[in-house]
């Protein structure tokens, strides 16, 4: 049941554990558009509690996720503030504007992946005709561009504090939220009680096979769940899939330090070697990002190529450019082999 080849192209590819399996194969099951899945509803329980929220909602993917999230707080021509290397713009395929009709005013992400207070103050509208009303502020932690790096709660209350002043709610795309709270030492829930609503998922570093939650207030849920059904997310007996998301959330958020730790030990070997150069302060927290350097006579699609006939497997970000992600079923020997492998190829 383990992977066949040493797969660093992202998180999203953990197979489910043997334990997920088994659970799933047993899960008890009802129908979830009947509110009848009690499998689906421990896990909405348990996803609220562990976000502080009041309530939760099981969507197939983050980006449903998002999407039910903007969608709910914004309606047709309304504009949600995101910074321009968000998830949420970048890689969810225009849903919020496709699907939503939804405006996105894009603010620069900081390195850090904060967006500068004062680039969302000037980013917030006055009441003109002209202009389409600001309706939502997005954040992103980790942030998956911005290297994998982690806002912290300081941060996310100051923005959020930011926000609210002019009546603006926050969602959080969360999507690797118990990463960052790992990274900090702090609870998913710390991170998440300055947002009105957060999207984290299951099928990341937390290894289930399928699936997010959507965590708010029980009025904000109630009316997301509208939404999944509008955008035919409403499962029938979800229940199997919820029940590796249990496993997930109860065991596999406890042990993502491991990945950091393995994260770390994979940038200190191929720091070592010439022909990559590190980003600055990578990794934050489960994502290497790294770059050839330009005596390097090949591209990073032909590096990958040749990384891959060797059973690793790179995901490639720019023309010279990579992203190594860690997960459960990278091991410290998968480390070595990595390593291993950008030398033998580089030197
Ligand atoms: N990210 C994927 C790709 O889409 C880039 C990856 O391999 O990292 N928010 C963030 C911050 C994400 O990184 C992702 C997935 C999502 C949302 C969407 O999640 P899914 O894939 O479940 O729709």
């Given at each position: 049941m383990s992977q066949l080849a040493?797969?660093?192209?992202?998180?999203?590819?953990?197979?489910?554990?043997?334990?997920?399996?088994?659970?799933?194969?047993q899960a008890v099951v009802g129908d979830d558009v009947y509110g009848e899945d009690p499998t689906v509803n421990a896990l909405e329980a348990l996803a609220a509690e562990k976000t502080g929220k009041q309530a939760g909602l099981f969507v197939p993917s983050g980006t449903m996720g998002n999407?039910?999230?903007?969608?709910?707080?914004?309606?047709?021509?309304?504009?949600?503030?995101?910074?321009?290397?968000?998830?949420t713009f970048l890689y969810e395929a225009g849903g919020i504007s496709a699907l939503g009709g939804v405006h996105s005013r894009q603010v620069p992400n900081q390195p850090d992946g904060t967006l500068d207070l004062e680039d969302i103050r000037a980013a917030i509208r006055t009441d003109d005709l002209h202009c389409p009303p600001s309706?939502?502020?997005?954040?992103?932690?980790?942030?998956?561009?911005?290297?994998?790096?982690?806002?912290?709660?300081?941060?996310?209350?100051a923005a959020a504090a930011l926000a609210h002043e002019h009546g603006l709610p926050v969602h959080l795309d969360g999507a690797r939220l118990f990463n960052a709270a790992a990274a900090l030492g702090v609870s998913a829930a710390d991170l998440a009680?300055?947002?009105?609503?957060?999207?984290?998922?299951?099928?990341?570093?937390?290894?289930?096979?399928?699936?997010?939650v959507l965590c708010g207030t029980t009025d904000f849920i109630r009316q997301a769940r509208r939404i999944r059904k509008q955008l035919g997310g409403g499962m029938r007996?979800?229940?199997?899939?919820?029940?590796?998301?249990?496993?997930?959330?109860?065991?596999?958020?406890?042990?993502?330090?491991?990945?950091?730790?393995?994260?770390?030990?994979?940038?200190?070997?191929?720091?070592a070697l010439?022909?990559?150069?590190?980003?600055?302060?990578?990794?934050?927290?489960?994502?290497?990002?790294?770059?050839?350097?330009?005596?390097?006579?090949?591209?990073?699609s032909q590096?990958?190529?040749?990384?891959?006939?060797?059973g690793v497997l790179v995901g490639v970000v720019g023309q010279r450019r990579f992203r190594l992600v860690t997960h459960y079923w990278i091991d410290d020997q998968a480390v070595f082999q990595t390593v291993t492998a950008f030398k033998a190829l580089l030197g």
């Amino acid at each position: 049941m383990s992977q066949l080849a040493i797969d660093l192209r992202s998180d999203t590819v953990t197979q489910p554990t043997p334990e997920m399996r088994a659970a799933m194969a047993q899960a008890v099951v009802g129908d979830d558009v009947y509110g009848e899945d009690p499998t689906v509803n421990a896990l909405e329980a348990l996803a609220a509690e562990k976000t502080g929220k009041q309530a939760g909602l099981f969507v197939p993917s983050g980006t449903m996720g998002n999407l039910i999230a903007v969608l709910t707080h914004c309606g047709r021509g309304d504009e949600a503030i995101v910074g321009n290397l968000a998830h949420t713009f970048l890689y969810e395929a225009g849903g919020i504007s496709a699907l939503g009709g939804v405006h996105s005013r894009q603010v620069p992400n900081q390195p850090d992946g904060t967006l500068d207070l004062e680039d969302i103050r000037a980013a917030i509208r006055t009441d003109d005709l002209h202009c389409p009303p600001s309706r939502l502020l997005v954040l992103e932690n980790t942030h998956n561009r911005c290297g994998g790096a982690v806002l912290s709660v300081e941060y996310t209350r100051a923005a959020a504090a930011l926000a609210h002043e002019h009546g603006l709610p926050v969602h959080l795309d969360g999507a690797r939220l118990f990463n960052a709270a790992a990274a900090l030492g702090v609870s998913a829930a710390d991170l998440a009680a300055p947002v009105d609503s957060v999207t984290f998922c299951l099928s990341k570093g937390l290894c289930a096979p399928v699936g997010s939650v959507l965590c708010g207030t029980t009025d904000f849920i109630r009316q997301a769940r509208r939404i999944r059904k509008q955008l035919g997310g409403g499962m029938r007996q979800a229940g199997v899939l919820a029940a590796a998301g249990l496993i997930a959330l109860e065991k596999m958020s406890l042990r993502l330090a491991e990945d950091h730790q393995r994260a770390q030990r994979l940038a200190q070997g191929l720091r070592a070697l010439s022909g990559v150069q590190l980003d600055p302060g990578t990794p934050h927290t489960n994502m290497v990002y790294l770059s050839l350097t330009d005596d390097v006579p090949m591209e990073a699609s032909q590096v990958a190529q040749s990384l891959r006939e060797g059973g690793v497997l790179v995901g490639v970000v720019g023309q010279r450019r990579f992203r190594l992600v860690t997960h459960y079923w990278i091991d410290d020997q998968a480390v070595f082999q990595t390593v291993t492998a950008f030398k033998a190829l580089l030197g």
